[in-house]
């Protein structure tokens, strides 16, 4: 579909949805100049942005007439479709482009997708990298998949939430990234968690130890390990870069002062326990990163 937009200067917009994350949505929007129309299921949401310069809609096909672009920010996809199904919603999304920001799973993503373009709409997908404090900062980005030509169009118009990032033509690839980038965050919050645990078992102070220590530690971690890592996930060559899996997993010290000390080991344990199969499976000269290939093997596809 073609979209004549080249200058983002006041393009109508609007929200379906005022959670946190859609008020914060609006918001920016509001801010960036735009006339905005907003809608939720709870009325009284919409009043402070009403105050603030919105339009109010009383029905997601209100809304979703009112904006060239449309802004979905539910709770999940199971009460997405009943909105675009609501009476007239089928007929006003026809030349729109509707920018899905709800989370939910790729396979959802790509059914959405083409429900709205047999509606005639332009679909995106967005994963939000950000909690509704920092829209509109520069820490703040949001991945989109779907119509490249509408992602194009309106690129300036979404910029003003965050830092936009494109990843492709299936919409399946915001939600599959998301969700992989918030692996890695809770990967890292596991990790703090037992670390945390080790220093208040010891009667440390556990907000010092993060600031002094735990955070640099990380940050050179992050720096220095896992660009390598990641090449060797690509490339399949894990050999080892100065300290080999089986060193790692000669003895379990982690363990065995985390039990002692009683703190629990379930949330290291897992990642121990492939280590030590890695190395049972004859990869010790290797270096962690081929724990991968118990995770998810080599051309094992979806
Ligand atoms: N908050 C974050 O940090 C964050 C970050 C990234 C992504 N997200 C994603 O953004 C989306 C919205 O999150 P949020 O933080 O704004 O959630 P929230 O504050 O809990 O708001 C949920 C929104 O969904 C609406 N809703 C729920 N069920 C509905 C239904 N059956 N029909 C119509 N509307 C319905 C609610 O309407 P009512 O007001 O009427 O209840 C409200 O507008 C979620 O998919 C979330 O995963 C959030």
Known sequence: MEHSVGNAARTNVSVLGLGDMGTALAAALLAAGHRVTVWNRTAR??????EKGARRALTPA???????????CILDYAAVGPLLADDGAGEALKGRVVVNVTNGSPAEARELAERVSGLGADYLDGGIMAVPEIIGQPQAFVLYSGAEVAFRAYREVLDAFARSVYLGADPGLAPLNDLALLSGMYGMFGGFLHAAGLVRSAGGNV??????LLVPWLRAMADSQLPAMAEQADSGDYGATGSNLAMQVSHDAIGDVSRAQGVSTELFGPLWELMKRRVADGHGAESVGGVLELVHPRGGGA
């Open 45 to 50: 949401k919409a009043d402070a942005l009403v």
């Open 62 to 72: 209100e809304a979703i007439a009112a904006g060239e672009v449309v802004i979905v």
């Open 207 to 212: 907000a010092e130890f993060t600031r002094e």
